[in-house]
C-alpha cells in the first residue's frame, strides 16, 4: 500500500510562491507515477502536475509555466512549486499515485492511492 502525507499548504497573496510536499513510502517512489491534484467545493477533482515513466511530466494549461514539479530521490519526496499564485489557485491540494511507470496522465480516475490534501488559499 502506497502511503502519501502531503504538506506546505498555506494562505499567500496573488503573486506569491509555495512549494508543496508529498512524502511517498520509499519502496513506491521509485516505482509508481505521481501527480498534483486539486479540488474545489463542488467541483470535480482535477489534474494540476504529473510525472510519470523516463521522468516525462504534464501540466494542466492553467497552470504551465508557472508550477514545477520535482523530486529527490534521497527523501522519497515529490515536490510542486507554484509561482505567481493566482485566486483561482485555491483548492485542497492532493498528491496521487498508482502502481508503475506510465506515460503521465493527469486523469484523477487513474489514480489509486490519495493523501489527506493540503489547502492552498490565495486571495486577492
Known amino acids: 500500500q502506497v502511503q502519501l502525507v502531503e504538506s506546505g499548504g498555506d494562505s499567500v497573496q496573488a503573486g506569491g510562491s509555495l512549494r508543496l510536499s508529498c512524502k511517498v513510502s520509499?519502496?513506491?517512489?521509485?516505482?509508481?507515477?505521481l501527480g498534483w491534484f486539486r479540488q474545489t467545493p463542488g467541483k470535480e477533482r482535477e489534474g494540476v502536475a504529473v510525472?510519470?515513466?523516463?521522468?516525462?511530466?504534464k501540466y494542466a494549461n492553467s497552470v504551465y509555466g508557472r508550477f514545477t514539479l520535482s523530486k529527490d530521490m534521497a527523501k522519497s519526496t515529490l515536490y510542486l512549486q507554484m509561482s505567481n499564485l493566482k485566486p483561482e489557485d485555491t483548492a485542497m491540494y492532493y498528491c496521487?499515485?498508482?502502481?508503475?511507470?506510465?506515460?503521465?496522465?493527469?486523469?484523477?480516475?487513474?489514480?489509486?492511492?490519495w493523501g489527506q490534501g493540503t489547502q492552498v488559499t490565495v486571495s486577492s
Open positions: 510525472i510519470g515513466g523516463y521522468e516525462r511530466t
Open positions: 520509499e519502496y513506491f517512489f521509485s516505482r509508481s507515477t
Open positions: 496521487g499515485a498508482r502502481s508503475g511507470l506510465s506515460s503521465p496522465s493527469l486523469l484523477p480516475a487513474e489514480y489509486y492511492y
